[in-house]
């Protein structure tokens, strides 16, 4: 295991309870300031998880808060936003080359 990934594996099991299952885990190109860097986007049981492990940022929306999800298409790229608390927050945001698998999240 690689230093990154053992940096990931902590990061999520604090941000995860046990019991919390990981649905689907999607790959980024870009950090939230639309800079080039791996960050992931994972869907729990529970919430919506976005994890830049460069920065060590991390965003987490519980899906019982979550009104709505909103695919944006840019050009050269894509996001994903999400409506909580009747605010508009940018989830996570991708490049054309990942637009296809951000269009299943």
Not at 56 to 67: A, H, Q, R, T
């Amino acid at each position: 295991m690689s230093e990154d990934e053992g940096e990931t594996d902590s990061i999520l099991e604090e941000e995860l309870r046990k019991e919390e299952n990981i649905l689907y885990k999607f790959e980024t190109d870009l950090d939230p300031s639309g800079r080039f860097a791996k960050g992931f986007l994972y869907i729990t049981t529970e919430k919506l998880l976005a994890f830049y492990p460069e920065t060590g940022e991390v965003k987490s929306y519980p899906l019982s808060k979550v009104k709505s999800v909103r695919y944006l298409d840019h050009v050269g790229g894509g996001e994903l936003e999400v409506e909580i608390n009747g605010r508009i927050e940018s989830l996570v945001r991708f490049t054309r080359a990942k637009s296809a698998d951000f269009r299943k999240a």
